[in-house]
């Protein structure tokens, strides 16, 4: 039974990686890390940056290869 309190007790007791609305990690980092972007090529192919848009389903990288697809209100 003690097992059991410990495995609903314990995620309690963990600190979480989210305090309130921000990343834990912004709480105490004064530095610019989490507002520069990094390109990361991960395939190592030569032009990766030009065709990754039409590779991945995201919206914003649809709206970035077709400008046309912004709903209109």
Same mark, same amino acid.
């Given at each position: 039974?003690?097992?059991?309190?410990?495995?609903?007790?314990?995620?309690?007791?963990?600190?979480?990686?989210?305090?309130?609305?921000?990343?834990?990690?912004?709480?105490?980092?004064?530095? $610019?890390?989490? %507002?520069?972007?990094?390109? =990361? *090529?991960?395939?190592?192919?030569? !032009?990766?940056?030009?065709?990754?848009?039409?590779?991945? $389903?995201?919206? %914003?990288?649809?709206?970035? =290869? *077709?400008?046309?697809?912004?709903? !209109?209100?």
């Amino acid at each position: 039974m003690n097992k059991f309190y410990v495995l609903i007790l314990l995620p309690f007791l963990l600190l979480a990686q989210y305090y309130g609305e921000r990343v834990t990690e912004k709480s105490f980092e004064s530095s $610019d890390l989490f %507002f520069n972007s990094y390109y =990361l *090529n991960t395939f190592g192919i030569y !032009n990766f940056r030009n065709v990754a848009t039409g590779l991945f $389903d995201d919206p %914003f990288l649809r709206l970035h =290869l *077709n400008p046309a697809l912004l709903p !209109n209100d």
